[in-house]
C-alpha cells in the first residue's frame, strides 16, 4: 500500500468506533481509467481546467482511505483512524453522517463498467486486513455508497459483483492470517 498526500480529513467524534466499510467508484473523467486525477483530487491539486468535466469539482474537498486502481494497486489518502470525507449525507443502521464510523474504499471505476479481477483480489485482501484489525467491522457491514444514500448515490454500480466479492473475502477469511501488510 501507498501512501499518498491528501489534508481532506479530521479526527473522528470516536476514534475507537469504526463499524461500517463503504464502496465506492471513482473515475476522472468519468468511465476515463489511468490518469493522474483521482491522486490530484483526493491531494486537492486538481485543475480544474484540465477537463470541461472537472468545473463541477471546483472547490470540492474529499477524500477515501484508500483507492484500488484498476491493476490492483491500493494507495491511502487517510489514515484509518481519521474521518475520511466519503459518504456525504448517509445514513447506516439509524445513524446519520457515516463518514463518523466509516472507512472509504475507492475502486477505480464507473458504474457500468466490469471492474478488474486484480482489483476484487485487492479489496479481499484490504478488507480481510481490515475486519481483523478493527473487531467491530463485519462482512455483513461492508456496503456500497448506494446502500447508505439511496437515491443519491449509486455507486459502486450495477457492475460491481458483490457475490463474486464476497467469495473472495470468504475465501480470504478461512485462510491463515497474512502477516503484517493488508494487500
Known amino acids: 500500500m501507498i501512501t499518498r498526500p491528501c489534508t481532506h480529513y479530521d479526527d473522528r467524534p470516536d476514534p ?3 463499524s461500517l466499510l463503504v464502496i465506492h467508484n471513482i473515475s476522472l473523467p468519468p468511465a476515463t481509467f489511468n490518469t493522474p486525477y483521482i491522486d490530484d483530487f483526493f491531494g486537492g491539486r486538481l485543475d480544474c481546467n484540465a477537463h470541461p468535466y472537472f468545473a463541477r ?57 466490469p471492474f478488474t479481477a486484480a482489483q476484487y483480489q485487492a479489496l479481499s485482501r484490504l478488507c480481510h ?38 467469495q473472495l473475502l470468504a475465501e480470504q477469511q478461512s485462510a491463515p492470517p497474512a502477516a503484517g501488510e493488508p494487500a
Open 57 to 113: 469539482l471546483a472547490g470540492v474537498r474529499v477524500s477515501a482511505h484508500c483507492v484500488i486502481f484498476r491493476d490492483g494497486r491500493i494507495w491511502q489518502y487517510v489514515p484509518f483512524a481519521k474521518r475520511a470525507w466519503h459518504a456525504g449525507l448517509s445514513l447506516f443502521d439509524g445513524r446519520d453522517k457515516c463518514n463518523d464510523f466509516s472507512i472509504g474504499i475507492e475502486l477505480e471505476g464507473a458504474d457500468d463498467v
Open 16 to 18: 475507537a468506533d469504526i
Open 129 to 166: 486486513w481490515l475486519l481483523s484489525q478493527y473487531p467491530t467491522l463485519a462482512p455483513e457491514r461492508i456496503l456500497g455508497h448506494s446502500d447508505i444514500a439511496p437515491g443519491r448515490k449509486t455507486d459502486p454500480g450495477p457492475a460491481f459483483n458483490w457475490t463474486y466479492f464476497r
